[in-house]
């Protein structure tokens, strides 16, 4: 059972105990017991929940397999387009809000949990620079110096980040995608200023602290390992504020647009085409999927591009316009598409066995199919292509996964 579940019992027996009004000796002896059984459970626990999983920038799949509740998806089961995304709406709309910053559970709290690091628990991984970073950290706790060996400063702690900007569409912190955590990731205070309202998009230069990254005057663009989660949280938005009601309970619609929105402040983002590539290019992994988990712990509604990757060519693909079934195309990475090679290849490629049958696609970076077919018990495919980059999607009975190929 993953860490969150555990700590969820705890914090739901707490609440009893104060629902129950008990007396206080009563109370000072359970809370012996109770600090008993935590510090019992920390030490069976904390040496295999370091363990379960990969960061971003070293990704397991499959260790963490999704809760999803029984029929969660039911509604939108059958539809296709425009009420396919209606009944999203409908699934993830209405969650429970916490605050952005309070003396009880808030937005600091949750992404303590949603995004620690699973290599160590007491630290936070920061979105851009992959920073591993104590939790206690952070923008405005002051005592910045008794980090970093006593260099710490307050532009290297970390703070929430908008990945959708607040800017375009909820600007006032009591609107509720303001405080929407599957929006916030963690992140250098110094780097979310850099990144400020910009949209994403490929190119620019370095970013000079978070070195993976670059940017130009209208564009950031995050690091490989980060991309997809990026874009599948933007793709969450869309969906999830379609219509949103700000604080004054007026109505904002999100949209995704096909071009950057430099000192455009109306509820647009860009740019779709990049973001469906960086969907492809890095897939759902054990770190998103806990992340979606734990967040639903809090919110009650759930990331559905996290659950069921296909859903993003059911809205924005080539399949806008078909029935979506509810289970087919599901990520899988059994499909063991590390296991094809060469990669960078000449155009000749070896398969693993268990893709006999299978049928595959063959993509360019702007999601075009260029070749498809079925893979056959040789398991060798032999490509005509230009020198490039494409991508390789690989679709089972059920399932599917993609690989950026590169031809040489």
Known sequence: MPIYHKI?????????????????????????????IILIFCFSTIGYSQQDFGPPSNPTYGFVQPDIPQDYYAEAVNLAGDDLKEALHQIIANHIPYPYTSSSTDTWDILQDSDQDPENNNNILLVYTNRSQDKGYRDGSGNYSQYENGNGTQSNSWNREHIWPKSHGFPNQDDIAYRDVHNLKPCDRSVNASRGVKDF???????????????????????????????????????????????????????????????????????LSTLLEWHVLDPVDDFEVNRNEVIYSYQQNRNPFIDHPELVDYIWGENNNQNWSGN???????????????????????????????????????????????????????????KGVYFLKIIGSNKYSSLKLVVK
């Not at 019992?9 to 012996?32: A, E, G, Q, R």
């Not at 130009?216 to 379609?242: C, N, Q, T």
């Not at 599901?330 to 960078?344: D, G, Q, S």
């Open 201 to 271: 998009d490929n190119g620019g230069n370095n970013h000079d602290e978070a070195l993976s990254c670059l940017t130009d005057f209208d564009s950031w663009e995050p690091a490989d390992f980060v991309k997809g989660d990026v874009a599948r949280i933007l793709f969450y938005m869309v969906v999830r504020y379609d219509p949103g009601y700000n604080y004054y309970n007026e109505t904002f619609d999100l949209e995704l647009v096909d071009y950057t929105t430099p000192d455009n402040f109306d509820p647009i983002l860009g740019k």
């Open 328 to 386: 087919l195309n599901t990520y899988n990475p059994e499909l063991e598409m590390n296991n094809i090679y060469p990669n960078p290849t000449n155009g000749i490629i070896y398969l693993p066995e268990n893709f006999v049958n299978n049928n595959y696609e063959v993509l360019d970076l702007n999601g075009k199919i260029l070749i498809t077919g079925k893979i056959n018990q040789t398991r060798i495919l032999n490509f005509d292509l230009e």
């Open 8 to 36: 969820e019992h705890f914090t739901i027996l707490k609440i009893c105990v104060i629902d129950l009004n008990i007396n206080s000796s009563k109370c000072i002896i359970f809370d012996m017991m109770k600090r008993l």
